[in-house]
């Protein structure tokens, strides 16, 4: 599909993903929990709530 500018759209469901899906090395899957990690780390208030 293609916006009116001519720029071709990603369709949502091409975009979305699952770990399970993903096909990465015992390195990279260590990296991707790591980062999950921090995110979920950034995302707790200091009450301990989910922000």
Do not use: C, E, Q
């Not at 091409?14 to 260590?30: G, Q």
């Amino acid at each position: 599909m293609m916006t009116s500018s001519g720029v071709p759209v990603a369709n949502a469901a091409a975009a979305y993903s699952t770990f399970d899906s993903l096909r990465l090395n015992r390195a990279a899957h260590s990296i991707v929990g790591r980062l999950i990690s921090f995110w979920d780390s950034r995302n707790i208030n200091k009450n301990g709530d989910f922000i």
